[in-house]
């Protein structure tokens, strides 16, 4: 069965360290890639997606996701983190039936 | 734009019971997806709406169900309650499918907390 992996169920960073986290995902097909967010008491949001070409993608508040496809995998980066960035942050997958697959999120602790 | 409204917020059950959960989308979305959040598992796919056909499903057993009407509402109903079933519900809206290539944001609702005793 598809499935997404979140290796880091919990990530504690001091303000202005650089950040990684890890999803790979399992399907052999097609797919777009996601990455979502959720700040302390807010709706889940859309931080970034890839879905063809430039495999460094950009979002919003400085985050970046690079696919690289022999590794299945989208990690999520930011250089320098700060307060405002605490949250769980989501990686999900858009299959070839539309279908989303989501990881079991990364609850992301900054320290001020 | 009004965003996704869900309704109840809270709701405490008993086992054995069932429940309707309620979604309204962004005015002129006419695709709303459903899934069950729950601590380290993530969000689950249950079922999407477009134009009130279910155009997909994940693995979820019988007991869930939906439907969505004509101005795109959507209402999620689980039969028999289990203690399993406690979770939050998350509906999120888009204004269309589209191809692989395109994709509509999904735009999400606060949820609906079930908590079932």
């Known amino acids: 069965a598809q499935s997404v992996s979140q290796h880091n169920h919990h990530v504690i960073l001091s303000e202005a360290a650089s950040l990684e986290l890890g999803c790979n995902y399992s399907?052999?097909?097609?797919?777009?890639l996601f990455w979502y967010v959720q700040y302390p008491g807010q709706h889940l949001q859309l931080l970034l997606k890839?879905?063809?070409?430039d495999p460094l993608v950009k979002g919003i508040k400085g985050f970046e996701a690079e696919f690289i496809k022999s590794k299945f995998s989208f990690n999520l980066r930011k250089p320098s983190v700060q307060w405002s960035d605490t949250a769980e942050y989501f990686c999900?997958?858009?299959?070839?039936?539309?279908?989303?697959?989501w990881g079991a999120g990364t609850k992301l602790i900054i320290k001020p | 734009k009004a965003g996704v409204t869900q309704t109840p917020r809270y709701l405490i059950k008993t086992r054995g019971q069932q429940v309707t959960l309620s979604c309204s989308p962004i005015?002129?979305?006419?695709?709303v997806s459903w899934y069950q959040q729950t601590p380290g598992q993530g969000l689950q796919f249950l079922f999407e709406?477009?134009?009130?056909?279910?155009?997909n499903k994940g693995n979820f057993p019988g007991r869930f169900s939906g439907r969505q009407f004509s101005n795109s509402r959507s209402e999620m109903n689980v039969s028999t309650l289990e203690l399993g079933d406690s979770a939050l519900y998350l509906c999120?809206?888009?204004?269309?499918?589209?191809?692989?290539?395109?994709?509509?944001?999904?735009?999400f609702g606060p949820g609906t907390r079930l908590t079932v005793l």
């Open positions: 999120a809206s888009s204004a269309r499918t589209g191809g692989l290539n395109s994709y509509n944001e999904q735009f």
């Open positions: 005015s002129g979305h006419r695709s």
């Open positions: 709406y477009f134009s009130e056909t279910q155009r």
């Open positions: 399907y052999g097909g097609t797919v777009n």
């Open positions: 890839y879905f063809s070409g």
């Open positions: 999900a997958v858009r299959l070839s039936n539309y279908q989303l697959i």
